[in-house]
C-alpha cells in the first residue's frame, strides 16, 4: 500500500534532550516535506527536500533540522527540544514540486515538550 | 508575502449544502487544493483545480474558482455527518516548491 510512514506517533519529551521523528515513503516520490499543525495557524512548512541531498528551509525552521539521504526516509531532527516546539507534525511526500503532484501526509506525530 | 485565508468553523444541519470560502493574495498561483484532515489523521486530498478553470465537479463536491477575486469555494451537497472535518485551502504557486495551506475550517454537521 503507498504510504507516509511517521513514527513515533505520540512523544514526550524534556526540554533539551534529542529527538528524532522518522518519516519514510513507498512511492519512490521525490519531494518531500515536514509541517507542523498548530490551532489556527493551519500549517507551516519547516523543511522540504526536493531530491536526495537536496534540502531547503521552510517557513519556521528554526530549532529543526532534516537530511535526506536516501530517497525514502526524510527524518525531522530537534537538537534542543524546547515546550514551544510542542505541535502536531506532519510529514508529507509528492512525487514531483513541478507538475501537478499532490501532497501525500503520513498520520502525524503529536510531541509534547515540558 | 503568500497568504491563505478561511475561517475556522462552519455548522450545517445533515442533508443541507456546505460551502467553505478561502481567499489567497498569490495571483500566480497555478493550483489550488483542498484537503480533508479527520481527526487523528493526516491530510487527504479532496480535489484540486487548475487556475485556468473557473469550476470544477466531482460527486458531491463542487469547487467555483473566481481568480479576479482570488476567491476558491467548495460546496459538498447533501452533508453527512462522515464529513465533519477541518478542510484546508492551499495553493501552489508556478514556480515554488511548496504548498502554501489555510488555517483550516472546522465543519460541524448537526442534526
Known amino acids: 500500500e503507498a504510504q507516509v510512514t511517521q513514527n513515533p506517533r505520540y512523544l514526550i519529551t524534556v526540554t533539551g534532550k534529542k529527538l528524532t521523528v522518522t518519516c519514510s515513503q513507498n512511492?519512490?516520490?521525490?519531494?518531500m516535506s515536514w509541517y507542523r499543525q498548530d490551532p489556527g495557524l493551519g500549517l507551516r512548512q519547516i523543511y522540504y527536500?526536493?531530491?536526495?541531498?537536496?534540502?531547503d528551509k521552510g517557513d519556521v525552521p528554526e530549532g529543526y533540522k532534516v537530511s535526506r539521504k536516501e530517497k525514502r526516509n526524510f527524518p525531522l531532527i530537534l537538537e534542543s527540544p524546547s515546550p514551544n516546539q510542542t505541535s502536531l507534525y506532519f510529514c508529507?511526500?509528492?512525487?514531483?514540486?513541478?507538475?501537478?503532484?499532490?501532497?501525500?501526509f503520513g498520520n502525524g506525530t503529536r510531541l509534547t515538550v515540558t | 508575502g503568500e497568504d491563505v485565508e478561511q475561517s475556522l468553523f462552519l455548522s450545517v444541519r445533515e442533508g443541507d449544502s456546505s460551502v467553505i470560502n478561502c481567499t489567497y493574495t498569490?495571483?500566480?498561483?497555478?493550483?489550488l487544493y483542498w484537503y480533508k484532515q479527520e481527526p487523528g489523521a493526516g491530510l487527504q486530498l479532496l480535489t484540486y483545480?487548475?487556475?485556468?478553470?473557473d469550476m470544477k465537479q466531482d460527486q458531491r463536491l463542487t469547487v467555483l474558482l473566481n481568480k479576479k477575486d482570488k476567491h476558491l469555494s467548495l460546496r459538498i451537497a447533501d452533508t453527512q455527518t462522515g464529513d465533519s472535518a477541518i478542510y484546508f485551502c492551499?495553493?501552489?504557486?508556478?514556480?515554488?516548491?511548496?504548498?502554501?495551506f489555510g488555517s483550516g475550517t472546522r465543519l460541524s454537521i448537526r442534526p
Open positions: 483545480i487548475f487556475s485556468n478553470m
Open positions: 508529507a511526500s509528492s512525487l514531483s514540486q513541478l507538475r501537478v503532484s499532490p501532497l501525500h
Open positions: 527536500s526536493m531530491n536526495v541531498e537536496v534540502t
Open positions: 492551499a495553493e501552489r504557486e508556478s514556480s515554488a516548491s511548496k504548498i502554501i
Open positions: 512511492m519512490n516520490h521525490e519531494y
Open positions: 498569490d495571483s500566480s498561483s497555478t493550483y
